[in-house]
Each structure stands twice: as C-alpha cells, then as structure tokens.
C-alpha cells in the first residue's frame, strides 16, 4: 500500500475520493489504436486522393473520416505521453 504524500481524511464509505485510472489498460489501449488510427488516417487519405468525382463516398466524406481518424491518432498519443509521464512519477 502506498501512503499519499498530502494529509487526507479517513473515509467511512468504500469508495474512494478521488477515482485512479488503470494505468497499465490505458497504456495498452494507447500502444494498440495509436499506429491503427494513423494507418486508417493515411488509408482514408489516400482514398481520398484516389476518389473521382462520381464515386460512391465522395471525397468529401472521406476527408472528413481522415481527419477524425487523425484526432483520434492525435488523442492517442497524448493519453500515451500522459501515461507514460505518470507511470514514473508513481510506479
């Protein structure tokens, strides 16, 4: 058991305060959708690219999908800096 570095009071109830994060799932999560968000993100742009103006999702649509695919690439790399950043400071 580790003891917090600030003074708190005892609680009566079973949960805790403040909730903790797993941090080992959210690295595994981080380390498993970072690369397959950036591969979908360059294969919706090159989908995009390749698109003529008649096909079935236009090209719109599909810039759209690489763009949310690139802030969910973007997301995931920041929870994983995040993670790594706290697995120092506390494990």
């Given at each position: 058991?580790?003891?917090?570095?600030?003074p708190?009071?005892w609680r009566?109830?079973?949960?805790?305060?403040f909730?903790r994060?797993?941090l080992?799932?959210r690295?595994?999560l981080?380390?498993v959708?970072?690369?397959l968000?950036a591969?979908?993100?360059?294969?919706?742009?090159v989908?995009?690219?390749l698109?003529?103006p008649t096909?079935?999702?236009?090209?719109?649509?599909l810039i759209g999908?690489a763009?949310?695919?690139?802030?969910?690439t973007?997301?995931?790399?920041?929870?994983?800096?995040?993670?790594i950043?706290?697995?120092?400071v506390?494990?």
């Amino acid at each position: 058991m580790r003891y917090a570095t600030t003074p708190r009071r005892w609680r009566s109830g079973t949960e805790p305060r403040f909730a903790r994060s797993d941090l080992k799932l959210r690295f595994l999560l981080s380390v498993v959708f970072t690369p397959l968000f950036a591969l979908a993100t360059a294969a919706f742009a090159v989908f995009a690219a390749l698109a003529g103006p008649t096909s079935a999702p236009s090209r719109s649509t599909l810039i759209g999908f690489a763009v949310v695919c690139f802030a969910l690439t973007l997301f995931a790399v920041v929870d994983l800096y995040v993670v790594i950043r706290r697995r120092r400071v506390e494990l």
